[in-house]
């Protein structure tokens, strides 16, 4: 999570815009600490040229542009990715309206800057972005789940991978990163670190009895690695006849379960709805049910308004028919 962007002048170390995000307090020693510390090197750092570092409980990343420093500070587990890309645009979007005044700035009020208030929150908000994770067993399914989400062509045989595969895919006003983690490993703890940063979390199943039990163990050592993180299953393959019901395999995992299947026909639409709502319910707090009654709601509520324009129209038909009638009869006098 951002939770907060400073704008410094590289070549004194001014500070000529700050914004924080969000109501809780953080360490403002560890900030001046690293303003200061930042603020002494920052010219030697070439134009262009982004970095970052962690330091207790915040990541600092931080972006040289001609004059100016670009520095945010966010959560330590967040992904540099999007980060840095938002640092370039704010660079670009803060120098194109500010580069007179960057130059004769001579400090104390820095009021002059804050009209760039309504630009920072155009630049974080306009695009959400999301990073999303697959994880379990070998053989379960994650690769090909992530390929149907992409549109791409299924895998003919299983092929085990050493690394991430990671999958941008935009979705709705989401900008998504599907990170699908390699199953093999997983007794180890460098998986953790892959995790870190992650939105939404789906440990995947192959829906039979023995995965969702050796699932289980899993996904509370996620919700311990991924604090912050909305965890999900999906319980997979449900085409074969091993598969076990999703709602059991949820109640065995303790978290919102999803069936599927990618020799569905409609196994892009399902996916793309899956993903959807654990968005909707990771940045709503709201449960899985709720958020169905709510899609429920609506369709319910669309239904009724439907039958209500169906007979407005109706009535109108009637009067129509009725005036039609009257003005053939006054032609016939």
């Known amino acids: 999570m951002i939770r907060g962007v400073y704008v410094l002048r590289r070549s004194d170390g001014t500070i000529l815009f700050h914004k924080a995000f969000g109501e809780e307090k953080l360490d403002e020693v560890l900030i001046s600490g690293f303003l200061v510390a930042v603020s002494q090197f920052s010219s030697e750092v070439g134009s262009g040229e982004m970095d970052s570092i962690v330091m207790k409980s915040l990541k600092f990343v931080y972006g040289a542009f001609e004059d100016t420093l670009i520095v945010f500070y966010v959560d330590r587990e967040d992904d540099d990715q999007f980060v840095r890309e938002d640092i370039r645009k704010i660079a670009s979007q803060f120098l194109w309206l500010f580069a007179e005044e960057i130059r004769t700035f001579k400090g104390g009020d820095i009021g002059r800057f804050k009209r760039f208030d309504p630009e920072l929150e155009k630049i974080i908000h306009e695009e959400a972005r999301v990073k999303i994770v697959l994880i379990g067993e070998p053989k379960v399914g994650k690769t090909t789940i992530a390929r149907v989400l992409a549109k791409e062509d299924l895998p003919t045989k299983y092929e085990a991978s050493s690394v991430p595969i990671i999958k941008k895919v935009t979705l709705d006003k989401f900008e998504t990163l599907i990170w699908d983690i390699p199953g093999e490993g997983l007794e180890g703890k460098g998986w953790e670190q892959l995790i870190r940063g992650a939105g939404v979390v789906f440990v995947v199943s192959d829906s039979t009895m023995e995965n ?79 958020i169905q009654s709510g899609v429920a709601d609506e369709l319910l509520r669309l239904k009724l308004e439907v039958d209500s324009t169906k007979r407005e129209i109706k009535e109108v038909k009637d009067i129509l028919g009725i005036l039609v009638r009257k003005m053939v009869q006054l032609e016939k006098r």
């Open 212 to 290: 969702a039990a050796k699932s289980k163990s899993l996904v509370s050592r996620i919700q311990n690695a991924a604090k912050g993180a909305a965890v999900f299953a999906i319980a997979n393959k449900q085409d074969e006849n091993t598969a076990g019901n999703p709602a059991l395999i949820e109640r065995m995992l303790g978290v919102p379960t999803y069936g599927f299947s990618a020799m569905n026909p409609t196994a892009h639409d399902d996916v793309i709805t899956i993903i959807r709502e654990s968005i909707m319910i990771s940045r709503s707090g709201k449960k899985k049910g709720d």
